[in-house]
């Protein structure tokens, strides 16, 4: 399932300032200010991968606002008006992204965390990413049945990463509504592991 094209929710910003990507023009000047800002590192973190860094964005307090914002935007603007209940981020760059997207939604923040980080009871879902094996896990109670989730990364590569997040809430009986990224690696062809639709900011082909 996928979801390329990009929402013109303008139509539910009215009264909000124009420093927020309220119309398709508006989204087409943050995805350029997006892309100006990555930077790419070749062989990190090891050869043959040349490495995106979205870190920059974070650094500009302007453009980190723009992009949480637009991203509330979309999911405003999707899920036929269903709102989420929880976002998750994944370790670790998800978690710049969900906690301020979960907050402006008014929805709870979970994280997917690195085996061995979190107490208690935990579920655990081994993956291939594009430069590993790795196992993530979730607290057991972290999601409810019947909850409505979305889930949000920096990056998808191979889509691993995400189809072990997927599979998480899923076991717990979450009702996964799509997954947010900035930066798709589109030659990967990582969507075409995940059950839920898929929004991306801007495509790459590192
Ligand atoms: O689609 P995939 O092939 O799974 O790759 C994408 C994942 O790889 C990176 O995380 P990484 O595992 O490097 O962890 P980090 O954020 O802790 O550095 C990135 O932040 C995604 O989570
Ligand atoms: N090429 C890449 N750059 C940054 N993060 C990644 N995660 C997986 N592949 C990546």
């Known amino acids: 399932m996928s979801q390329s094209s990009l929402p013109d929710a303008s139509a539910q910003v009215a009264g909000h300032s124009s420093a927020h990507p309220s119309s398709a023009a508006e989204l087409a000047g943050l995805k350029v200010r997006l892309r100006a800002a990555l930077r790419q590192f070749p062989d990190f973190p090891s050869p043959g991968i040349l490495f995106e860094d979205i870190l920059p964005i974070f650094a500009d307090p302007t453009l980190h606002e723009a992009l949480i914002r637009s991203l509330e935007l979309h999911v405003l603007a999707s899920y036929n008006g269903q709102k989420p209940d929880v976002v998750v981020g994944l370790e670790a760059r998800g978690f710049l992204i969900g906690p301020s997207l979960a907050l402006r939604l008014g929805a709870s923040f979970v994280p997917v965390r690195k085996q061995g980080k979190l107490p208690g009871p935990c579920e655990t879902q081994g993956y291939d990413k594009e430069y590993g094996q790795d196992f993530f896990q979730m607290q057991s109670d ?57 929004y991306t900011l801007l495509t790459g082909q590192a």
């Open 142 to 198: 972290a999601v409810k049945s019947g909850q409505k989730v979305i889930v949000v990364d920096d990056i998808i590569a191979t889509g691993g990463s995400a189809y072990a997040a997927g599979e998480l809430i899923k076991k717990m009986g979450g009702d996964l509504l799509g997954f947010i990224f900035i930066l798709e690696l589109e030659f990967l062809k990582g969507r075409e592991k995940l059950s839920a639709p898929v």
